[in-house]
């Protein structure tokens, strides 16, 4: 069985195939919680499908872009449970996944922009099934079209991409399909950081006379 997830937004998602379809799934209602709230959704998965950590045969994880703490949470634990069950763990990058869903939805030519906070998005292109350009991360101005978008920007970003298509954010029933059939590239299950985190190392203190 395939177990699924993606935290590299405010939502989390996480679902579960077992090599034909999805069997279960799990869509966080709540934000910004991702270290409380990944693990009571696989464990959900687990459970709805009554399956155990012991079937699964491997793991699936979206690797952003996206912020350092919620990319963390989903990697190490991917990681984590592939190492354990000695299985492997596949990574996509999470825009591939949006891409997917507007690909399903019969679109041809169209962007993935996803909130970058700081009053930016991370953007991708798409045209034939295929990521043309990006990721990157832009101001909303810089990366304006009036092709259609998928993701969290066209709701937050409504003048520069006025054509809001598809789900906000990834599903992770998505990924499952993206991974089974190789539908955009699979890669080591690795950060995609676009920019540096916010914390940073403090500075040597300075003297006192």
């Given at each position: 069985?395939l177990?699924a997830?993606?935290?590299?937004?405010p939502?989390?998602?996480?679902?579960?195939?077992d090599?034909e379809?999805?069997v279960a799934?799990y869509e966080s209602?709540e934000s910004?919680?991702h270290?409380?709230m990944l693990?009571?959704?696989?464990?959900?998965?687990?459970?709805?499908a009554r399956?155990?950590?012991?079937d699964?045969?491997a793991i699936?994880?979206?690797?952003?872009p996206?912020?350092?703490t919620?990319?963390?949470?989903?990697?190490?634990?991917?990681?984590?449970l592939?190492?354990?069950?000695e299985?492997?763990v596949?990574?996509?990058c999470?825009?591939?996944?949006l891409?997917?869903s507007?690909?399903?939805a019969g679109?041809?030519?169209?962007?993935?922009?996803?909130?970058?906070?700081?009053?930016?998005v991370?953007?991708?292109?798409?045209?034939?099934?295929r990521?043309?350009s990006g990721?990157?991360?832009?101001k909303?101005v810089?990366g304006?079209?009036?092709l259609p978008?998928?993701g969290?920007g066209g709701?937050?970003y409504?003048e520069?991409?006025?054509d809001?298509?598809g789900?906000e954010?990834p599903?992770a029933s998505?990924?499952?399909d993206v991974?089974?059939?190789?539908?955009f590239e699979?890669?080591?299950?690795?950060?995609?950081y676009?920019r540096?985190?916010d914390?940073?190392e403090p500075?040597k203190?300075?003297?006192?006379?």
């Amino acid at each position: 069985m395939l177990l699924a997830f993606d935290t590299a937004t405010p939502h989390i998602t996480v679902a579960l195939h077992d090599a034909e379809a999805v069997v279960a799934r799990y869509e966080s209602a709540e934000s910004m919680r991702h270290g409380e709230m990944l693990a009571p959704g696989i464990r959900r998965v687990l459970a709805d499908a009554r399956a155990t950590v012991a079937d699964l045969t491997a793991i699936a994880v979206g690797v952003g872009p996206g912020p350092f703490t919620g990319l963390r949470v989903g990697l190490v634990t991917a990681r984590t449970l592939g190492f354990v069950r000695e299985i492997p763990v596949h990574g996509v990058c999470s825009l591939d996944i949006l891409a997917a869903s507007g690909v399903d939805a019969g679109l041809e030519e169209f962007v993935v922009a996803t909130d970058a906070r700081r009053k930016e998005v991370y953007l991708a292109s798409y045209s034939r099934g295929r990521r043309v350009s990006g990721p990157q991360v832009v101001k909303p101005v810089d990366g304006k079209t009036d092709l259609p978008v998928i993701g969290r920007g066209g709701v937050l970003y409504p003048e520069e991409f006025p054509d809001k298509r598809g789900p906000e954010h990834p599903l992770a029933s998505v990924l499952c399909d993206v991974v089974l059939n190789r539908r955009f590239e699979i890669v080591d299950p690795e950060p995609l950081y676009l920019r540096r985190p916010d914390a940073a190392e403090p500075g040597k203190p300075k003297r006192v006379s």
